[in-house]
């Protein structure tokens, strides 16, 4: 114990003040902690200490010019964590909120989500404090065009491989492809999430949210459970939301609440059919409210509080880091939820994850979202083979990869018959990353 305080002290004093990435790194070194100190090997090679400081951070200037004319600065940033296993590969993230914390927090995770996929990716995690709330079409086109006249010089298809995040979708990997595509004379699987008619993997945008729900339905099954009856509580309204709420509702499940940054939605009736394609063009509207749909289906709105004190029996926090504190794990294992499938990265703080860990079936994100990036994976795979899978090929391939993932947290996390999802995905990311650093000598 004493040995993980006095590392933890070694960490904060390194990175003063970047409280989630401090939170991060804590929550993996708890549980790698006896498998770490028991390798000479990695002692020796001081691979925790190399793997908390990121290989390479990029920090730039994205001077850009808004519809009125007036000059406007952002900053942008690209965290290239490591490379131990493939190119470094996370998305990118446009949101006030956004510091070299967070983006550190995220690199540091999306490294052992990448290692638990199965797929040849390093980790990374990169974008800019930009808000495109309220932003034209033209302000976003021109935001991105800037941001990737720094970024194009340090990515590449066998470099570094940044996708979407929060504030990036669909029509931002356009803008952002199109200028890398100008400015290095390439047509390359540079970025994944591509357009579809442009290099990007049919299942991507559901990627996340399916990859989540296969994930839940194979937890219920070890507790001799399934989709099919039951009620579930989903936090966000984004992408990740709505596609965990499309394969939700067809496995049988019913979705009641969503949730914005300006409250969230009760729904009795269930969030299925126009409804769930509704989240699109709330989406779309770049308000970044979900108020809008209460008035749309006469349901409840209830502002200001978070989804997690309606009773539900399982619950997908799909928004952002920290959106689940331990006073809403209480209040929803009281209510009678027994299983929290993590979605979002880090969505539950540090006391949350201990109590719900201890409380009721959870898994932390790394495990359960990995489904995107790992449908990212499959889009650089088609990329290199200039080819395109059908729907099928992908979502078979999610599927077997989803269930990889279950089999290493049971691997690494079981005892006494019972997984502990949280060690099984830490330890079984850490292995794979630490060993291929161990080969690969002191780099
Ligand atoms: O958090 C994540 O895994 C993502 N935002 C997706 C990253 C990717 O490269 O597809």
Redesign the pocket.
């Given at each position: 114990m004493n040995g993980i305080n006095d590392f933890m002290n070694q960490v904060i004093a390194r990175n003063p003040g970047e409280k989630e990435f401090h939170q991060a790194v804590h929550e993996v070194v708890e549980s790698v902690w006896d498998v770490y100190t028991k390798n000479p090997r990695y002692l020796r090679a001081r691979i925790l200490e190399r793997m908390t400081e990121p290989e390479r951070v990029i920090i730039f200037r994205v001077p850009w010019v808004n519809d009125r004319g007036e000059v406007q600065i952002n900053r942008g940033y690209r965290v290239e964590f490591s490379s131990a296993i493939g190119p470094y590969?996370?998305?990118l993230r446009f949101h006030p909120s956004v510091t070299l914390s967070i983006l550190k927090f995220?690199g540091f995770e999306?490294t052992f989500?990448n290692s638990l996929t199965t797929l040849p990716m390093g980790g990374g995690k990169g974008g800019s404090d930009f808000n495109p709330k309220g932003k034209t079409d033209n302000e976003i086109m021109h935001f991105c065009q800037s941001f990737m006249n720094e970024l194009y010089r340090h990515i590449g298809p066998n470099t570094d491989?940044?996708?979407?995040?929060i504030g990036v979708g669909g029509r931002e990997i356009g803008y952002l492809f199109g200028q890398y595509k100008r400015l290095k004379n390439e047509f390359t699987g540079v970025l994944?999430?591509k357009g579809i008619n442009w290099g990007g993997s049919l299942i991507r945008p559901e990627a996340?949210g399916f990859g989540a729900v296969y994930f839940t339905q194979q937890m219920l099954k070890e507790i001799g459970k399934d989709i099919e009856g039951h009620t579930f509580g989903v936090s966000g309204f984004g992408n990740v939301a709505w596609g965990a709420i499309i394969k939700i509702n067809e496995l049988g499940g019913k979705v009641v609440t969503i949730s914005g940054p300006d409250g969230f939605i009760i729904d009795k009736e269930g969030i299925a059919g126009d409804k769930v394609e509704y989240l699109l063009e709330l989406r779309a509207s770049n308000n970044d409210v979900v108020e809008p749909y209460a008035e749309e289906y006469g349901a409840k709105f209830i502002p200001n509080q978070r989804p997690w004190s309606y009773p539900v029996d399982i619950a997908l926090p799909c928004a952002c880091e920290n959106e689940l504190n331990i006073e809403d794990a209480k209040q929803l294992v009281k209510n009678g939820c027994f299983l929290v499938a993590e979605t979002s990265?880090m969505g539950c703080t540090y006391d949350a994850v201990e109590y719900l860990n201890k409380s009721l079936v959870y898994a932390p994100g790394k495990a359960v979202?990995?489904g995107?990036?790992a449908v990212?994976g499959l889009e650089m795979s088609q990329n290199s083979m200039r080819y395109n899978w059908t729907r099928e090929e992908v979502d078979n391939r999610l599927h077997i990869i989803m269930g990889e993932i279950h089999q290493t947290c049971k691997q690494y996390g079981t005892s006494n018959n019972k997984t502990n999802y949280l060690l099984g995905a830490n330890i079984g990311g850490f292995v794979k990353v630490a060993d291929a650093m161990l080969s690969q000598g002191v780099v």
């Open positions: 590969k996370g998305g995220l999306q989500k491989v940044p996708a979407g995040d994944t999430g996340t990265n979202n990995a995107g990036v990212s």
